[in-house]
C-alpha cells in the first residue's frame, strides 16, 4: 500500500469513528452492551443469511470479471477471481468516489498474467454494468413503490436524485464514447481549458493527454466486444444480481430483528434508494451518507430501535465486508511476498 493509499485508509477510519460516534449519540438511551444484547436476541438464522449474502455479494463482483476476461481466453479460478473482487471492493471503500478500486483489482490481474487490454475491457464493462444496474435497479424500485420515495425528508430526496443524477450521466459518457466519441472529447476538452484559464486545474496538457488515451481506452473495449451483446447482457445480469443480494442483507437484517415480514418490498425498495443516494457525495465508503439515508428511510418502517439496526444492517453489509476484502487482500500479498521469495532462493 502507497503512502497515498494509507493516507485515505486512516481518512476512512476516522470518518468510521466520527460517524458511529454521531449516530450513537442521537440517542441517550443507546449503550454498547445493549447493542450486544440487540444482536444475541437478534434471529440467528437471518443473521447468518445475511453474511452468506455478503459473501455472494462478494463472489458475484469476481464471477462477472472472470467471466469477461474467460470470454478473451483468461480463464481464472473462482478463488483467484474473489481476490480481484476484494481488492476492488476493499481500496473502492476506502478512496473517495471508489477510485482506489479498479487500480488494484488490474494490478492484480495483469500479475496473474492477464493481459492490460483485457484488464482494461473487463473492468470497463463490469462497472458500466455496475452503473446501468443500480439505475434499472432502483428505477423499478420507484415505479413499484414510489410513496417510499416520497416518505424520505428534502435532504434524502435531493442525495438520491443527485446519485440518480451522477449514475445516469456516468451511463451517458460510456454511450457518448461509443457512438459520439469526437463530441465527448471536444466537450471535455473545453471543460479542461476552462478550468484550466481559472486557474483550477495545472498541467492542462497532461490532462488532455489523459484524456485522449481514457478515450481510446473506452473505444477499444467497445469494439472488442462489438457484436458480442451477449457478453454486456449477462455481465449486466450479474451486476443486478449482485445488487439485489447487497439489498437483501438489509433484508436479512430487517426481519431477523423483528421487522415485519410482510414490509419485504419496502424494505428492498427503501435500501435500493440508500444505495443510489449514497453515491451522490464523493465520500470514501459514502460513510455517513449511506447511515443518513438508512435511519431515515427506516425510521417508519421499524419501530424498535433505529440506531441498533442500522449499525448492524451498515456492520455486515458494509464493515464486515471490508474487514473480509481487506483480509483477503492482506493474506494474498503475505503468500504472495512468500513465493517470491522462494522463487529469490
Not at 71 to 77: A, E, I, R
Not at 91 to 109: D, E, K, R, V
Not at 160 to 186: K, N, P
Not at 278 to 284: E, L
Request: proline share 2%; aromatic share 12%.
Amino acid at each position: 500500500m502507497n503512502k497515498k493509499k494509507l493516507v485515505w485508509c486512516l481518512i476512512f477510519v476516522l470518518l468510521v469513528i466520527l460517524t458511529v460516534y454521531a449516530i450513537t449519540s442521537q440517542s441517550s438511551s443507546f449503550s454498547f452492551e445493549g447493542f450486544i444484547s440487540y444482536i444475541c436476541e437478534a434471529n440467528p438464522w437471518w443473521i447468518t443469511a445475511a453474511f452468506a449474502c455478503m459473501l455472494c455479494y462478494i463472489t458475484l463482483e469476481g464471477l462477472s470479471i472472470r467471466y469477461i476476461t474467460a470470454f478473451f481466453g483468461y480463464k481464472k479460478s473462482v478463488r483467484r477471481s474473489f481476490v480481484y473482487s476484494s481488492a476492488n471492493l476493499y481500496f473502492s471503500a476506502i478512496t473517495p468516489s471508489a477510485t482506489g478500486g479498479q487500480p488494484a483489482s488490474a494490478y492484480l490481474m495483469i500479475k496473474d498474467g492477464v493481459s492490460a487490454s483485457v484488464t482494461t475491457i473487463a473492468l470497463l464493462i463490469n462497472i458500466t454494468m455496475y452503473t446501468v444496474s443500480i439505475i434499472v435497479l432502483c428505477l423499478i424500485c420507484i415505479l413499484i413503490k414510489p410513496g417510499v420515495f416520497l416518505g424520505f425528508n428534502n435532504l434524502s430526496k435531493i442525495l438520491i436524485v443527485i446519485g440518480l443524477i451522477i449514475q445516469s450521466l456516468c451511463v451517458a459518457v460510456f454511450l457518448m464514447l461509443v457512438y459520439m466519441e469526437q463530441v465527448l472529447y471536444r466537450i471535455s476538452d473545453s471543460v479542461l481549458r476552462f478550468l484550466n484559464k481559472i486557474h483550477i486545474v495545472k498541467n492542462v496538457k497532461n490532462k488532455q493527454d489523459k484524456l485522449k488515451s481514457l478515450a481510446q481506452e473506452y473505444k477499444a473495449c467497445c469494439q472488442s466486444v462489438k457484436g458480442h451483446a451477449d457478453v454486456v447482457i449477462k455481465v449486466f445480469l450479474f451486476n443486478i444480481v449482485q445488487r439485489f443480494i447487497q439489498v437483501c442483507i438489509t433484508l436479512c437484517v430487517y426481519i431477523g430483528v423483528g421487522g415485519k415480514p410482510g414490509n419485504s418490498i419496502s424494505v428492498i425498495v427503501t435500501q435500493s434508494l440508500v444505495l443510489l443516494g449514497s453515491n451522490a457525495v464523493p465520500i470514501p465508503g459514502a460513510v455517513g451518507v449511506a447511515d443518513y439515508l438508512f435511519i431515515d428511510g427506516f425510521a417508519s418502517l421499524y419501530s424498535g430501535d433505529i440506531i441498533s439496526i442500522e449499525l448492524l444492517s451498515r456492520g455486515i453489509s458494509f464493515y464486515s465486508c471490508m474487514i473480509l476484502c481487506g483480509g483477503v487482500v492482506l493474506i494474498n500479498y503475505i503468500l504472495s511476498t512468500f513465493k517470491n521469495r522462494r522463487i529469490e532462493v
